[in-house]
Nanobody, 127 residues
Framework: QVQLVESGGGLVQAGGSLRLSCEAS????????MAWFRQAPGKEREFVAG????????YSADSVKGRFTISRDNANNTVYLQMNNMKPEDTAVYYC????????????????????WGQGTQVTVSS
């Protein structure tokens, strides 16, 4: 019923910027939290940033605070991740995800809290 499609990944030098997009279809978009996760080879998938259904509840991982910003465009069913001042340790496959339960006040940071995932987009940051 739900499909998520990420785009915007690529190669960037340290200190540069990228903007990722995630277009969703199938589920009533405005009622659910959406989030970004990332995973490097051989490592566990980790939470990056999330945005609640109301738009007032946000949370970002400590590793990206002040550099990454999550936003959403309800009219176009799209979530964005603006990544600035990127570092080599940001290199990973980035996934967008849709939360299981609607109307949550704060984004969940655990993988089990999300039931739909995109296929991922590769982000590589060179030194």
């Amino acid at each position: 019923q739900v499909q998520l499609v990420e785009s915007g990944g690529g190669l960037v030098q340290a200190g540069g910027s990228l903007r990722l997009s995630c277009e969703a279809s199938g589920r009533t978009f405005t009622k659910y939290t959406m989030a970004w996760f990332r995973q490097a080879p051989g490592k566990e998938r980790e939470f990056v940033a999330g945005l609640s259904w109301s738009g007032g509840g946000t949370y970002s991982a400590d590793s990206v605070k002040g550099r990454f910003t999550i936003s959403r465009d309800n009219a176009n069913n799209t979530v964005y991740l603006q990544m600035n001042n990127m570092k080599p340790e940001d290199t990973a496959v980035y996934y967008c995800a849709l939360e299981r339960r609607p109307y949550t006040l704060q984004p969940r940071t655990d993988i089990e809290g999300y039931d739909y995932w995109g296929q991922g987009t590769q982000v590589t940051v060179s030194s």
